[in-house]
C-alpha cells in the first residue's frame, strides 16, 4: 500500500513540474508546430513586407477584405483592445491583415482601413500567386459570394481564425473568432515571455 502511494506521489509531482515548465494557452495550440516559409507581399505603403524581418516579434495573421461587413471589422476592433492592453509589449507584436480580395484591396485601400483601427496594424495585398501561396501554409479558405444582395457586388467568405506565429516564425496557435481580448493578451504574453 506505501509502494501505490509513494508512486501516486511520484506520478502527481511529475505531472506538477512538468505544467510548471510550460505555458498555458487559451486559444488552440497547434498540435504540431509548423516553421512558417518565408513570404513577401507588399504592404500598406507599397513597401515589401517580409516575414523573416519580423523574427523576435509575436506577429498575429489575419485573413480578410476591407468591405468585410462583420467579422474582419471586429477582429480588427478587438486587435486594437489587445494592442492598448500590451502597452509597450505591444511594440513586440506585429498586427497584420491579409487580404482575401485583393481585386478591391488595393494598398491605399488597405491603409485606410487598418490604420483607421492603429496605424501600428499592417495591411497586405499581393499578386494571386503570392497570396495563394500564403493561404496554403494556413489552409484559409475564401469564396466570392455573388447571391447576396451586397450594394458592394459581392462578399468574401472567409476563415475567421487569427493565426499566432512565436518569435521564431512558429506557427503556435489559432484564436478563433470572437476570443475575448484578454485571452489574446494572456496568450501573446506566454510567447513574449
Known amino acids: 500500500m506505501l509502494l501505490r502511494r509513494d508512486f501516486a506521489l511520484v506520478v502527481m509531482l511529475t ?19 509548423l516553421s512558417v516559409p518565408d513570404f ?5 505603403n507599397g513597401e515589401t513586407f517580409r516575414l523573416s524581418d519580423q523574427r523576435g516579434n509575436v506577429v498575429l495573421l489575419f485573413f480578410g ?36 480580395d485583393p481585386e478591391r484591396d488595393t494598398v491605399e485601400r488597405l ?8 496605424p501600428d496594424f499592417v495591411g497586405l495585398t499581393g499578386t494571386q500567386e503570392e497570396l495563394e501561396a500564403v493561404y496554403q501554409v494556413f489552409d484559409v ?23 499566432v506565429l512565436d518569435a521564431e516564425g512558429v506557427w503556435r496557435l489559432r484564436e478563433t473568432y470572437g476570443t475575448p481580448y484578454e485571452d489574446i493578451v494572456h496568450d501573446i504574453r506566454q510567447l513574449l515571455g
Open 40 to 44: 513577401a507581399l507588399t504592404d500598406e
Open 111 to 118: 491603409g485606410l482601413h487598418v490604420n483607421a483601427f492603429n
Open 141 to 163: 479558405f475564401y469564396e466570392k459570394d455573388t447571391s447576396s444582395a451586397s450594394a458592394l457586388g459581392y462578399l468574401v467568405n472567409h476563415t475567421a481564425t487569427t493565426f
Open 15 to 33: 505531472a506538477m513540474l512538468a505544467a510548471c515548465g510550460s505555458p498555458s494557452f487559451r486559444g488552440s495550440v497547434v498540435q504540431e508546430p
Open 65 to 100: 477584405y476591407t468591405s468585410c461587413p462583420d467579422v474582419c471589422p471586429t477582429t480588427l476592433a478587438n486587435w486594437r483592445k489587445v494592442h492598448e492592453t500590451l502597452g509597450q509589449d505591444a511594440a513586440r507584436v506585429r498586427f497584420v491583415f491579409v487580404t482575401v
